[in-house]
């Protein structure tokens, strides 16, 4: 029943800097099915953002393979890649990166009309509520706090319907009752609505609410003993 | 429309920026309008006061044409004299409809414009001069009495100038001669306008120039016997023959080079702008480097991120020009008054011509600047990697 929605073999990110060859990513083979809620985990440095950004389509890879949403996309354009994203992934950013001369509101409603989407003001109205901010609609991102600036966030990322959502150590500049809200909130959609959800993040205590927990080092995928976290 | 709103908030966020960088945009469209509207009137006003000198060529004395130009169009200083049997041998001449003998003469005066001193223009006519100038009307009183009464008629602001209505005295400095006002016209929109004029006898008697001109009108019978009419005068060895269309010629020659200089500045002020746009444009596009890869993230393509800084930019433009077009019309009567103080001769009438066609040329060609300012910063914002944008921060 499940489909693998991102599938990735022997995958490598490798960027050149002028000494030497880093391998952000090494060779790494993962498969994430739908309706999955997936923690990477690992220290900074261990290639969670790098292959959070592969698999959503915003980094081009060096080699191996990549399928999302059932799609090839490894020798993929940037350019294309564009379309891929709006079809169905979205991101939340450790700092937010709402646009901070928007409202609440139009932040939400930013992806809705950039893939030419109708009826953008009730859908960000609705996703808006579910996130439990509908008071808080005409606020702009520096009259909220950090935990509702999350909330904006993700109700951007909802707003288009997505299949895929990609937290990038969302709980980062949260306090502890903020992190745990939004963890709850990943929950609660991963239940409710089968969203898959890959989080980075090396808080192990919220890592482990995941179903899945896939631990990185040095761009590898590692056994859970081996993991420093630990 | 929503692309107007993010464009218009990013140009809010920095209020004083913009305002700054439309302020330099209103300010190169207000000299861009200026000057064209100068341009536009300089020419109808001169081809006005041609159109009314009534005659088609006028004859003076040997001389610089600049010079004898200038006389004709305003009379002028350094007038050089000819003698009267000039006019015997025109008025004979089969070809000519119409003739009109002056003689010009300015005279200092230490009590014009409140005290700080000017010249006021004297010419002796006779009736010809009417009849070359039928527009020439009489406001009050009416022709002199006799053709060397001690009488003047005052052109329309000559009389407001001088604050003289009919039956009033006027003094003439240095000539020690006290004459009557009969006639004041109407206003012409031309030179006339300015100028005391009195029976030609008595100009000569008063300035001691019996049996001199400065110049004599000539209307032909037709205007196709003009070359033929000046070859004929042109072996009279003491004058020269002036055409209209000489003089149109020569005055546009005058203004040429400082109309060179002027278009100059403005294009150089319009390139300025250009590139302050530019500069400011492309500087927020850098400050939002983080933004405009998280609008790439979220879905918008290299278009909508090319768009909404081309909107921006626009904008500025927009606001700039009209800003820079109010600025130019607010400004126009002290762009005329320098205009004045500074060339040789400015014809009457409105010398800043402001047409409609005008605002909305200089409207599109501020929105054709503000597309060519965005181009570059645009290009810029979008073809920033997504990826790349977002992690400067970090």
Redesign the interface.
Known sequence: MAYDIIKTENLTKTYDLTAEKIHAVNGVSLNIQQGDFVALMGPSGSGKTTLL?IM?C??RISSGKLEVLGKDVSGVK??AL?NI??RGI??I?Q?F?L????TAL?NV???L???RQAQERSKSMEVLKKVGLAHRINHLPKQLSGGERQRVAIA??LA?SPKILLADEPTGNLDTKSAQEIFSLFKKLNKEENLTIIVATHNPKLGSQANKIVYLQDGKIIPKEKSSLN | M?FF??AF??L??KKIRSVLTIGGVSIAVAVLVSLLAFDAGYQEGLSNDIDKMGYHVLVTAKGCPYEAATLMLKGGGGLRYMNEDVYGKIVDDPRVDMVTPQLVSTVYNQERADGRGGFAMYMGIEESFLKLKPWNKFKEGEWFSSAAADEVIMGYEAAEVEQRAVGDKIFIPGVEKILIVKGILERTGTQDDGVIFMPLKTAQGVFGLSGKLTGIGVKLKEIAMLSEFEEDLYNEPAIQVISLAQVRGTILNLIASAKVMANSVAIIAIFIAVIGVTNTILMSVFERT??IG?????????M?IFRIIWIETTLICIFGGIFGNILAILGSSVVEHIIRQVLPYTPGGKLVLIAPSLLIFSFIATIVMGLIAGTYPALRASSM???EA?RT?D
């Open positions: 950004d959503g915003l980094d940037e350019n564009v994203r709006r979205s991101f950013f700092d990166l646009i901070s001369s928007l139009e409603e930013l992806p009309y950039f893939s951007r990322a288009t | 929503k709103i993010i908030k990013n809010k966020r983080r933004e998280v609008m790439k993230a979220i879905g918008a393509s290299r909508d990697r997504p990826i977002i921060g």
